[in-house]
């Protein structure tokens, strides 16, 4: 019984002498230093930021389509039953939007397939700030109203 206890003992402390180095990097395992990259000669406005790897990024904008569900009377919101945003990290849902003073909803009503962009507010609810009806605007509608050059 006493060399159990002894091996368990021995165990126990090997594993805590792993788990506490596990926090000290060596020279092997250390990233590069990124200091000395040159940013500028990188061209990122080729690159799919929705997606990186298996980790979908979250951002403050994107866009998406979808059916409209109900508008305000105002029409300083609309209700659309969406497909996923991947810009934002925002699964398919139906969900009520905040519209920008820019963006004239007039001439949509219930049931309107729509292309849409929004934007993450400083109070984190997603606004429209961009809008197309996909039935009779096209299918690539959005296109023209989307700045990615951001210059």
Request: glycine share 12%; hydrophobic share 30%.
């Given at each position: 019984m006493k060399h159990i206890t002894q091996l368990a003992a021995s165990a126990i402390f090997a594993l805590s002498l792993v788990a506490c180095s596990g926090g000290q990097d060596s020279a092997e395992t250390k990233s590069a230093d990124n200091s000395t990259m040159n940013h500028s000669t990188m061209n990122h406005g080729t690159k799919d930021h929705s997606q990186m790897g298996d980790k979908k990024m979250t951002g403050d904008t994107g866009h998406t389509t979808g059916v409209i569900v109900s508008?305000?009377?105002?029409?300083?919101?609309?209700?659309?039953?969406?497909?996923?945003?991947?810009?934002?990290?925002?699964?398919?849902?139906?969900?009520?939007?905040?519209?920008?003073?820019?963006?004239?909803?007039?001439?949509y009503e219930k049931g309107d397939n729509v292309s849409f962009m929004v934007k993450k507010g400083r109070?984190?609810?997603?606004?429209?700030?961009?809008?197309?009806?996909?039935d009779t605007d096209g299918a690539d509608c959005l296109t023209s109203k989307m700045d990615h050059d951001g210059h």
């Amino acid at each position: 019984m006493k060399h159990i206890t002894q091996l368990a003992a021995s165990a126990i402390f090997a594993l805590s002498l792993v788990a506490c180095s596990g926090g000290q990097d060596s020279a092997e395992t250390k990233s590069a230093d990124n200091s000395t990259m040159n940013h500028s000669t990188m061209n990122h406005g080729t690159k799919d930021h929705s997606q990186m790897g298996d980790k979908k990024m979250t951002g403050d904008t994107g866009h998406t389509t979808g059916v409209i569900v109900s508008i305000s009377e105002d029409g300083q919101q609309a209700t659309i039953d969406h497909q996923e945003i991947a810009g934002v990290g925002m699964g398919a849902m139906t969900m009520g939007f905040g519209i920008l003073s820019s963006v004239d909803l007039s001439g949509y009503e219930k049931g309107d397939n729509v292309s849409f962009m929004v934007k993450k507010g400083r109070d984190g609810s997603y606004r429209i700030t961009a809008i197309c009806n996909t039935d009779t605007d096209g299918a690539d509608c959005l296109t023209s109203k989307m700045d990615h050059d951001g210059h």
